[in-house]
């Protein structure tokens, strides 16, 4: 298994940018799929955008197509999103996922607010 933590979140102006990162513990991350997903109050958890595991290939939501970005650093066992031009109904909780053969962990989320 791989334990991740989530980091990066806060409150942000409309048009406004935040990066966030998840950070895995281990020596297998490099072999992980990775990926963000949100929940906003009242919504279901929802896919944002994922990225396999050297980095070569990346999907996104349509919500976030050109503005957000995933990347991920195997160096440094950490995954992360670019989110620019922010906009209120980015506001959610941003989980961060792993998979490897079948076997999917979760981080405990970092909270990202969007004032209009």
């Known amino acids: 298994q791989v334990q991740l933590v989530e980091s990066g979140g806060g409150l942000v102006q409309a048009g406004g940018s935040l990066r966030l990162s998840c950070a895995a513990s281990?020596?297998?991350?490099?072999?992980?799929?990775m990926g963000w997903f949100r929940q906003a109050p009242g919504k279901e958890r929802e896919f944002v955008a994922a990225i396999n595991w050297s980095g070569s290939s990346t999907s996104y939501a349509d919500s976030v197509k050109g503005r957000f970005t995933i990347s991920r650093d195997n160096a440094k066992n950490t995954v992360y999103l670019q989110m620019n031009s922010l906009k209120p109904e980015d506001t959610a909780l941003y989980y961060c996922?792993?998979?490897?053969?079948?076997?999917?962990?979760w981080g405990q989320g970092t909270q990202v607010t969007v004032s209009s």
């Open positions: 996922k792993a998979d490897r053969l079948g076997v999917t962990n």
């Open positions: 281990g020596r297998t991350f490099s072999t992980y799929a």
